[in-house]
């Protein structure tokens, strides 16, 4: 899908996402909430962080959960970045599994503590890269 917005726009959007779902997986992480919450809002941010690179690449932003689909897409313009993130997909499983009982394997602390490392690497490499991608906005015109 096209996003009509202007490139920065859009992926400035879907980073703030990204770091609101990084913070409410931290605080469920920090106040003992079921593990599979945690790393639900882990893989949300890490999702997020990969759509606003799409939008930033102005590449179609694919409505999955997978990271493995959102990474190929980031490849053809990203093919370096795509490539070091490709363990990102070890979150795919927490999007979907968690969320029904008739899917969901045991989500333990470790899977957190790695949810929550990945996501938050992920998400400050992708601003990196989208700020020096993107030219910064012009000043307005007076």
């Known amino acids: 899908m096209t996003d009509p917005r202007s490139p920065l726009r859009a992926a400035a959007e879907w980073l703030t996402s990204a770091e609101e779902d990084l913070a409410t997986a931290q605080l469920v992480a ?73 899917t969901a394997r045991p989500v333990y602390r470790e899977d957190v503590e790695m949810a929550l490392t990945l996501a938050t690497n992920l998400l400050a490499t992708a601003r990196e890269w989208i700020d020096a991608y993107l030219p910064p906005p012009e000043p307005p015109h007076s």
Request: proline letters at 8%; aromatic letters at 8%; glycine letters at 2%.
């Open 30 to 102: 920090e106040h003992g909430a079921p593990p599979r919450n945690a790393a639900f809002f882990a893989q949300q941010a890490a999702e997020k962080a990969l759509k606003a690179m799409c939008a930033a690449i102005q590449t179609p932003v694919l409505r999955t959960h997978s990271l493995q689909a959102l990474l190929a897409a980031i490849a053809a313009v990203a093919p370096d970045f795509a490539q070091d993130w490709e363990a990102a997909d070890d979150l795919t499983p927490f999007a979907v599994e968690g969320r029904y009982p008739d």
